[in-house]
């Protein structure tokens, strides 16, 4: 099973983009975000389970929604109102769960199951 994670690129403060993240050979019961920047630690930023719904980060929350298409095996993730802090790799990750009434963001990092390649986003003011 690989995870392929598409869609970055160079926006200015203000901009959107849109990630894709498919996944080959099969759905996964909870798929999610995470990102980092150069220099800091991994950072989770959204997450969706068909059982849990979806959550994020309170860093983009309001800005970013994390959707899924299960015909296409493929999630999303729609950044609007990007700031230079957004700026880092982007990975798409696999899970067993999402959401805080689980754990944080921390230990949904930690107990990753699969990720792919990352995608860079780069916001400039």
């Known amino acids: 099973v690989q995870l392929q994670a598409s869609g970055g690129g160079s926006v200015q403060t203000g901009g959107s983009l849109r990630l894709s993240c498919a996944t080959s050979?099969?759905?996964?019961?909870?798929m999610g975000w995470f990102r980092q920047a150069p220099g800091k630690e991994r950072e989770g930023v959204s997450c969706?389970?068909?059982?849990?719904?979806?959550d994020y980060a309170d860093s983009v929350k309001g800005r970013f929604t994390i959707s899924s298409d299960n015909a296409k095996n493929t999630v999303y993730l729609q950044m609007n109102s990007l700031k230079p802090e957004d700026t880092a790799v982007y990975y798409c990750?696999?899970?067993?769960?999402?959401?805080?009434?689980?754990?944080?963001?921390?230990?949904?990092?930690?107990?990753?199951?699969?990720w792919g390649q990352g995608t860079l986003v780069t916001v400039s003011s």
């Open positions: 969706i389970s068909s059982g849990d719904g979806s």
């Open positions: 050979g099969r759905t996964f019961s909870s």
């Open positions: 990750a696999t899970q067993t769960w999402c959401g805080s009434s689980y754990a944080g963001w921390d230990e949904w990092l930690s107990e990753i199951t699969l």
